[in-house]
């Protein structure tokens, strides 16, 4: 008997048609990996056209694109409240309303926050803890990262207090409160009207200094951050500013909504 039988693929025709050697699942995967490999390189090839796609400054990090945004911001504020004095002067010019009548005009504006506003004043500034900070007291537990930064509520917190104590006006960081301003944390970072704030933040309020000071100290909720400050070191300033004068809001007073699509 012919010995071609026991080997398959030999040719013979007692033997049937040769069969192909499998291919290894070993093999199958090596060749997968170089493929990938080459897609990887040629994809990151593509995308950085000769350059350093770590250090491109096209792709900025969403942090970054918040500060550009937020400086943009900013300079549209100025630049209109710059339009607006200059439509104020001339209206004022020859608009022929009588004194009274301006007067009751200046009046409410100093009420709707969007004139300056000279006057003693009191600031408060509040600051995270230092990032290795410890329980400055027995009894209390090791800080979590969230006893650590200022929160939404420790801010409007201070503002509620202010306004309670007889607060004229109030700044915080550089902008002017109105009736519509909404003081709001995103993360340790504040966002007021477009614009976005990293802490210390300081909070400035006109008004009579004593008041001011005592609905600070009356306040539940600076009470309870006044536990942090004392445990965990969170920044706490309070401070008379003499004189100041408070800018003018010069933002849109319009209100804004959301519509339905369609």
């Known amino acids: 008997m012919s010995n071609s039988a026991d080997f398959p ?35 990151s090839f593509d995308t950085a056209r000769g350059t350093d ?14 500060q550009q945004r937020s400086r943009k911001n900013k300079g549209l504020d100025e630049s209109d409240a710059a339009l607006r004095a200059g439509v104020e002067s001339l209206a004022e010019s020859d608009d022929g309303s009588t004194r009274a009548e301006d007067e009751k005009l200046g ?26 900070a410890t329980a400055k007291l027995p009894g209390y537990p090791e ?22 104590g007889g607060a004229r006006g109030i700044k915080v960081m ?17 966002i007021l ?35 942090y400050v004392n445990v965990y070191g969170l920044g706490w300033k309070v401070a008379d500013e003499g004189t100041v004068t408070l800018p003018g809001y010069s933002g849109t007073v319009d209100l804004h909504y959301a519509k339905p699509v369609g």
């Open 143 to 164: 800080p979590q990262p969230d006893y650590l930064v200022i929160h939404q509520q420790d801010l409007q917190a201070v503002v509620n207090a202010l306004w309670q």
């Open 53 to 66: 796609i770590r250090q491109d400054g096209s792709l900025l990090k969403l942090s970054d694109l918040i």
């Open 193 to 227: 009207q477009g614009r976005v704030y990293s802490p210390p933040y300081r909070i400035t309020a006109v008004g009579d200094p004593g008041r001011l000071k005592e609905a600070l100290a009356a306040s539940k909720a600076i009470q309870t951050y006044m536990v």
């Open 107 to 132: 009046a409410l504006e100093n009420e709707a926050g969007t004139r300056g506003l000279t006057g003693k004043a009191v600031t408060v500034t509040l600051n995270d803890a230092p990032p290795n």
């Open 174 to 190: 550089d902008q002017r409160l109105i009736s519509t301003s909404a003081v709001r944390c995103v993360g340790n970072t504040l």
């Open 9 to 43: 693929g030999t040719g013979s025709t007692d033997s049937g048609p040769a069969r192909r050697p499998r291919p290894r699942p070993v093999r199958i995967l090596t060749a997968a990996v170089f493929a990938l490999a080459g897609l990887i390189f040629f994809t």
